[in-house]
């Protein structure tokens, strides 16, 4: 049995020298120390010698691996240092090549100064998976079963769950809004929290609509939230974001989470408020709807609507990046484009 191990020693030490390939040489590692190798097969078969000769062949085969691994490791130094050597003359007077340096993706640079913002007011950070269900993303919205929001044409359902209702029915969430109640039936109210996201919706792509885009939700809860705490929240948002104060204007919209709701607009900053194809030529442009939290909402998460109330801000990330460096196409910041987000390092 000794006699063997010296030849597989032997052996071993000839395969490691005569490869210059480190990916063979892997190879023979696991040849020769691998649980399929010699040694392991050696050392299976202990228990078949006698004590004396057990203890002398057990000592003599982890000597024997413990210098495949020393001398493996010698062999990997010396062919990188060989594969490293130029043979051909090198100019060192030439110009290196300038390293790029990388940049967060304008939107993200968004999200950091909204957050920012947030933080500053006391407001908690809130995630989410981007897979939601029907219960998340509708039926504890307030949202009736025949709403066409729920239909493929609009929302991204996974394939295997349409036929399941509830929370076993799953979807890409459509909005970021769900997320309001499953915090709220964690962590209860008062709250103040934002949740920014990726959502997704199943519509025809252009200037200003995208099918994967990007929002940013609030949500005040206490127990008596004034309408003017929402409008002193939305400008302050704006302000911070493009560090001026900005025309908004506030319209009533219908949303089933809201009662009452309204549609946020400001004054489109590609344009100066003068009108273009971002804006539909009106100068302006919705960027976060909004209003009071509806009682079944309130109720979804638990909460009593008679002691509760609260406010939502649902901002259109993208868009407010578009006015921030009076971007005219949303495509552009989905497009992988180097040339168009090197502008924003």
């Known amino acids: 049995m000794l006699k063997r191990l010296e030849e597989i020693l032997q052996n071993g030490l000839d395969k490691i020298e005569q490869t210059d ?35 002398s062949v057990g000592m003599k085969a982890n000597e024997i691996k413990q210098i495949f691994a020393d001398r493996i490791k010698e062999r990997e130094v010396e062919i ?45 950070i809130f995630n989410e998976d981007d897979i939601s269900s029907e219960q998340f993303a509708f039926d504890n919205l307030n949202f009736p079963p025949d709403h066409p929001a729920r239909q493929s044409m609009d929302t991204y359902w996974l394939e295997g769950t349409e036929d399941k209702r509830g929370n076993d029915r799953l979807c890409l969430r459509p909005h970021l809004t769900g997320g309001s109640v499953r915090y709220l039936l964690k962590y209860g109210a008062p709250a103040r929290f934002v949740y920014p996201g990726r959502v997704y919706r199943n519509e025809t792509t252009d200037a200003r609509h995208e099918r994967a885009f990007y929002q940013y939700e609030a949500l005040i ?28 204007r506030m319209r009533e919209g219908f949303f089933p989470f809201t009662e009452p709701g309204y549609e946020i607009d400001m004054e489109c ?29 309130l109720r979804s998460a638990n909460l009593d609507p008679e002691e509760w109330t609260g406010f939502y801000v649902n901002i259109g990330l993208d868009r407010l990046v578009m006015m921030r460096y009076g971007v005219d196409d949303v495509r552009l910041f989905h497009s992988a484009d180097l040339r168009f987000l090197k502008q924003f390092k």
């Open 21 to 55: 390939d480190l990916n063979v040489l892997q190879d023979i590692r696991r040849e020769l120390t691998g649980k399929k190798g010699e040694l392991t097969e050696v050392l299976k078969s202990l228990g078949t010698l006698d004590p004396e000769m057990r203890k």
């Open 269 to 297: 900053q590609v344009c100066g408020g003068k009108g273009c194809r971002v804006c539909g030529h009106s100068g302006w442009i919705e960027v976060m709807p909004g209003g009071v939290i509806h009682p079944n909402v």
């Open 80 to 124: 990188a240092a060989n594969a490293s050597v130029i043979d051909e003359e090198l100019d060192l007077t030439l110009p290196g090549k300038a390293i790029e340096e990388g940049a967060l993706h304008p939107i993200t640079q968004m999200c950091d100064d909204l957050n920012d913002a947030f933080l500053s007011m006391g407001f908690e």
């Open 221 to 248: 809860v206490d127990r008596d939230v004034t309408f003017a705490s929402g409008k002193v929240m939305i400008n302050t948002i704006l302000e911070k974001v493009f560090g001026r104060k900005i025309r908004t």
